[in-house]
């Protein structure tokens, strides 16, 4: 699809924004609906439209696949890290208002946003791989 | 901050957080993972043994997640019985680990090896977290890491049959899972908890609702699939033969044991005696089953020719075992139940790991290939005959311990005619572990061309030697673990007031004593 120009700007234009809604989902996850999750969803969703217009090798060269690889195993680990943090500061595991962020309420916020931080890297990247590894696969 | 009274959580995250980090380590240097696994699952050991210990002096821990106090929050609760399986899962992995490193060089792609151990410790944390959880619907989620990184690690091996029995698995476990989460939801629905304590608390004025004893069925019938009780055993012996061997090893030893304790859990903790004995029949309905496991299962295994088919047909049966101390309600045969969880491990485990040794030296996996191996393969022979005997019942090993409380809690009962089932299984198992201890010992050796044809051959092991009668045993890297559990199936079976005294307390608890 790539040798159509209108598709091809279009997507080029809406790519950027998708990615940066991506960011306000889960950025807003404690006000409105949304969260790591859901954020995860949109951003991968932007580099399969990416695929979609230009095909899956040049997909590759945007999101790597040892990038989406480290990454499917990194937001895991902020996740559980950030538990294991907070038993240094003599809280339960994942007991986030005893991190030394402020108040009980400021750290108890920022807590949640870390953890929001690893759900979205690993839902995207696993979304990546799960696309990738579909389309790749040759029909026999 | 005092280390120790976190064990709980660390226990459980410490593996998973490794499991990612063996993968990544496996991307620098693929020898890091064999010794990352290692370190973790002994350190988990470690942790364990510290649990148990703590629990046996100062009685029940409970570990609030996030310091949400329960029943809102996630609990890890550990009392003497799962205590006692945490040390047996985290044992059994360490051993089955420190074995590991040859014979997954043998029977898994070199690429693979990173992804194999990274599922391997995921498998473990999901077991460990079956064991400590303390709240119903995390006992789902870790069920379902269980079994997804099972399904992957059964077919990871080179085998194409590997893929259609882990396919099996894939749906009679999902088939399962999906039951037991019904059963969450139904419980969840009329109580509004899904803490195990507070479920405890709250179900007894609805015993007679029609949602409890919908749940109830559905727990029953889905916890029967994942432990392979007979009639829902047939994703067993497939899943067993053909997975690499180490999988098999800590899948025999370990998963089916959990996915008992589990049962336990919901028919005597979240659920008191009196229902499973009054309210619904499911104790009559459940000794019945594994009456015919038993039986079935020892019948299954003596006509098998495949050593590792025959293990696993035999595991159904002993599994009916444990299954069947439960359902007497009385202290003696649940403390056989549970004793025998550790001790079918222990078994279990050095029979499945002398079938990885000899299908590392000769690529023979088949019974009859097992001839003369007495003088080429003498530490791990021996090995297996403990093993044998020990599944048989014979006295000093464990075993016997198994079979004996069960026995006599069965007469406590006033059910005698439990008696001639566990005697009548015990001749059949001497049948079937007496063929194969007769060709390894008395038997002249058969050159392998002769056998019949070896069902596993590796790529960069094409040389199924003929059987030589010089001495050529596994190396000392495979040999030491299958050797430490054989000692053990010995140790305990002399020494059986350890277990037992734990076992003890656990059954106890469980019946509603304090």
């Known amino acids: ?140 | 901050m005092n280390i120790a009274e976190h064990f709980p959580a660390l226990v459980i995250v410490i593996p998973l957080l490794f499991a990612l980090i063996t993968w990544l380590a496996g991307l620098i240097n693929r020898a890091f993972c064999w010794v990352i696994a290692l370190t973790i699952t002994f350190l988990c050991f470690l942790m364990s043994f510290s649990i148990l210990n703590t629990v046996m002096h100062t009685g029940r821990i409970s570990y609030h997640m996030g310091a949400w106090e329960p029943p809102w929050g996630i609990e890890y609760a550990i009392d003497y019985l799962n205590g006692f399986v945490l040390v047996v899962v985290s044992f059994i992995a360490f051993i089955v680990t420190l074995y590991s490193r040859k014979s997954v060089g043998l029977e898994i792609d070199e690429e693979k090896s990173p992804a194999f151990y990274s599922l391997y410790m995921l498998l473990f944390t999901g077991l460990m977290g079956m064991t400590i959880t303390g709240d119903i619907f995390n006992l789902y989620v870790f069920i379902e890491i269980t079994s997804l990184s099972g399904y992957a690690l059964i077919a990871i091996g080179r085998r194409r049959n590997s893929l259609m029995a882990s396919f099996n698995y894939l749906i009679l476990g999902t088939i399962a899972a999906t039951f037991i989460l019904i059963g969450i939801g139904y419980l969840y629905m009329v109580t509004g908890s899904l803490n195990m304590a507070d479920l405890r608390e709250k179900l007894p004025p609805l015993y007679h609702s029609r949602v409890v004893l919908t749940a109830f069925g559905f727990f029953t019938v889905g916890l029967s699939l994942k432990l392979a009780l007979f009639p829902l055993h047939i994703w067993l012996p497939n899943a067993y033969t053909y997975a690499p061997s180490v999988v098999s090893a800590i899948m025999a030893a370990t998963s089916t044991k959990v996915g008992a304790y589990a049962m336990l859990r919901i028919l005597f903790t979240v659920f008191k005696v009196e229902f499973d004995l009054n309210v619904v029949p499911v104790t009559k309905i459940l000794l019945v089953l594994s009456c015919i496991a038993i039986i079935a299962g020892s019948i299954l295994a003596i006509s098998q020719t495949n050593i590792k088919r025959m293990l696993a047909y035999s595991s159904v049966g002993q599994i009916g075992y444990i299954v069947l101390g439960t359902t007497m309600a009385n202290q003696t045969a649940m403390t056989g139940s549970i004793i025998h969880i550790l001790n079918h491990a222990l078994m279990k485990g050095t029979l499945f790991l002398v079938a990885g040794c000899v299908v590392y030296k000769t690529g023979i996996e088949d019974i009859s290939g097992l001839k003369g191996m007495g003088q080429k393969m003498p530490f791990s022979m021996a090995a297996f005959t403990v093993g044998a005997l020990s599944m048989v019942g014979v006295p000093l090993t464990v075993g016997f311990i198994s079979k004996w409380y069960l026995a006599t809690g069965a007469l406590k009962a006033g059910m005698w005619f439990i008696l001639p089932i566990i005697l009548i299984s015990s001749l059949l198992s001497a049948i079937y572990f007496w063929r194969i201890i007769e060709g390894i010992y008395f038997a002249p050796a058969v050159s392998s061309q002769h056998s019949e044809v070896s069902t596993y051959r590796s790529l960069d092991h094409h040389n199924p030697h003929p059987v030589s009668r010089s001495r050529d045993d596994a190396p000392p890297g495979m040999l030491i673990p299958t050797l430490i559990l054989a000692g053990l199936c010995i140790f305990f079976g002399i020494a059986a007031y350890i277990p037992v005294s734990v076992a003890e307390k656990a059954a106890n608890m469980l019946l509603g004593g304090t």
């Open chain 1, 1 to 140: 699809m790539k040798d159509d120009i209108i598709i091809r700007v279009i997507s080029n234009l809406l790519i950027p924004f998708i990615q940066l809604y991506a960011l306000y989902v889960l950025a807003h996850g404690d006000l409105g609906p949304g969260g790591g999750f859901q954020g995860g969803v949109i951003f991968a969703s932007s580099i399969i439209l990416y695929v979609l217009v230009y095909g899956i090798d040049e997909g590759r060269k945007r999101a790597h696949q040892k990038i989406t690889d480290v990454l499917n195993s990194v937001g895991v680990m902020i996740y559980g890290g950030i538990g294991v943090v907070c038993l240094f500061f003599g809280g339960y595991y994942l007991q986030y208002g005893k991190l030394p962020l402020g108040d009980l309420k400021h750290a108890s916020h920022l807590g949640i946003y870390g953890i929001e931080i690893g759900v979205e890297v690993t839902v995207a990247a696993v979304m990546i791989t799960i696309f990738f590894e579909m389309a790749g696969r040759k029909s026999d």
